[in-house]
């Protein structure tokens, strides 16, 4: 085993025994929460409520829960920034890279008692009284599903939907899963659960007025072949008309053009404020670039917030893309 196994190993148990000994447990997705950061928190959640504990999940931004990840709240565990206790007797952050990520929430970590981090972003700087990060893992879910082993938990349909939810996304549909990931997959499916009826309305649909956006979109896009670099804008009235399931939906269209390798949405979310999401294909890391540019996130899928021009934007893109030029 690797030294940054055994690192690992050992936070597994540990966070293993506070969630054990804990009566009131605080989970803590990142802001604009995936199926990864709420399966993860959800899936802890349903199993400490289960055994009486107190248990709430919230994430920072927005006010609401993504709609296509609803039914994996089965116990109705969520509830809104405004009502996580200033001092949590015991908090968890999932799939958070740095305390920022939990935006509104992030000094709710100072204020906790005892706090345990789970994540596996390679650009994680390490933080919480226990560390559970391991960069090599798929999904966040796969190092939840380690701890919950741990607690003596039995993986039951409920919490093998958060588990799967959060796998099969971030893998994008086990593309980029290693065997670890399968194997955790077969036994998550062993418990009965309907993968196709969980999958569908988070990864493939969409209300029809949503086309005509997305085709608005697909006009915008540019190909950049020098830079082997393809781009397009969601405009704000776009993103204030449609869900997150819609908006986020369009990188993964652009991302197949075949002359590109890099991807990027600009998804306008104010005045001259931009939400930016970036995918490669594999030759270049655009958590590096997002990282540069104040995000983050992994080798293929990265993130990050700017404010300024769209013309801007993409000059700042282009410099750290000719930089990290394969
Ligand atoms: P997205 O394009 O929003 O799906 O983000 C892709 C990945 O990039 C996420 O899984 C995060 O790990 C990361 N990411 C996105 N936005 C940010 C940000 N503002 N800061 C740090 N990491 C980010
Ligand atoms: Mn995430
Ligand atoms: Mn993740």
Redesign the pocket.
């Known amino acids: 085993m690797s030294a940054a196994a055994g690192v690992e190993a050992a936070g597994v148990e540990k966070a293993a025994v506070l969630l054990s000994e804990a009566r009131d447990v605080t989970l803590l997705a990142?802001?604009?929460p995936?199926a990864?950061a709420l399966g993860s928190t959800l899936a802890l959640g349903i199993a400490l409520r289960r055994r009486g504990a107190t248990v709430r999940v919230s994430f920072g931004a927005p006010d609401h829960m993504p709609e296509s990840l609803r039914p994996l709240d089965v116990l109705g565990l969520v509830v809104p920034a405004g009502e996580v206790p200033m001092a949590p007797e015991l908090l968890v952050a999932c799939?958070a890279?740095?305390p920022?990520?939990l935006g509104v929430l992030a000094d709710r970590l100072g204020g906790a008692s005892r706090s345990v981090m789970i994540d596996h972003?390679r650009?994680n700087p390490g933080f919480g009284d226990v560390q559970v990060l391991d960069p090599t893992a798929d999904a966040t879910v796969v190092l939840v599903h380690e701890v919950l082993v741990a607690m003596g938990v039995e993986i039951d349909t409920d919490i093998a939907r958060c588990l799967y939810a959060g796998l099969v996304t971030?893998t994008r549909s086990f593309r980029f899963a290693g065997p670890a990931s399968h194997r955790l997959a077969a036994e998550l499916v062993e418990t009965g659960m309907d993968t196709e009826a969980l999958v569908r309305p988070i990864m493939d649909e969409h209300p029809h007025a949503w086309f005509a956006a997305l085709a608005g979109a697909l006009q915008r896009c540019t190909l950049e072949p020098e830079l082997g670099f393809v781009h397009t804008t969601v405009p704000l009235a776009d993103v204030t008309r449609f869900r997150i399931e819609e908006v986020?939906s369009v990188?993964d269209v652009i991302r197949g053009a075949t002359e590109a390798e890099v991807a990027a949405?600009l998804k306008e979310i104010g005045e001259r404020r931009w939400?930016?999401?970036?995918?490669s294909k594999n030759a270049v890391d655009?958590?590096a670039v997002?990282?540069a540019l104040?995000?983050?996130?992994?080798r293929a899928?990265?993130?990050?917030?700017w404010t300024g021009t769209s013309d801007d934007l993409l000059a700042a893109i282009r410099a750290e893309l000719a930089k990290n030029a394969v």
């Open positions: 990142h802001v604009q995936d990864d799939d890279a740095e920022a990520r972003h650009s971030d986020d990188i949405v939400s930016v999401s970036l995918r655009v958590a997002a990282g104040g995000g983050g996130g992994h899928a990265a993130g990050f917030t």
